[in-house]
């Protein structure tokens, strides 16, 4: 069983930084393609980045593009995503996903199932 521990969030004034972790366990977790999504209050959860297995291909939703980095390091089994420039609209809950198939990356939830509990990022003006 895939476990994913999100940790990183917290408050931040705009135009600050932060840096989220995803610590995976119980699968192959250099087969697998990672993401990040997101949800804010009163609406729907969101994708923000992916990362190939290998960490060759990378793709962004693009209001966070040039601001966010994702990385992942498949020796420590972690996936990390770099905020910078930080805005307000930014606030929200962050989630780490695994894609449900090796060898497979995407920015649909759906290609997702297993998912981390959510850390929250609060971006203050």
């Known amino acids: 069983q895939v476990q994913l521990v999100e940790s990183g969030g917290r408050l931040v004034q705009a135009g600050g930084s932060l840096r989220l972790t995803c610590a995976a366990s119980g699968h192959t977790f250099s087969r697998y393609a990672m993401g990040w999504f997101r949800q804010a209050p009163g609406k729907e959860r969101e994708f923000v980045a992916t990362?190939?297995?290998?960490?060759?291909?990378?793709y962004y939703v693009d209001s966070v593009k040039g601001r966010f980095t994702i990385s992942r390091d498949n020796a420590k089994n972690t996936v990390y995503l770099q905020m910078n420039s930080l805005k307000p609209e930014d606030t929200a809950v962050y989630y780490c996903a695994a894609a449900s198939q090796v060898y497979v990356m995407g920015a649909s939830q759906h290609d997702y199932s297993s998912w981390g509990q959510g850390t929250q990022v609060t971006v203050s003006s």
């Open positions: 990362i190939s297995w290998g960490g060759g291909s990378r």
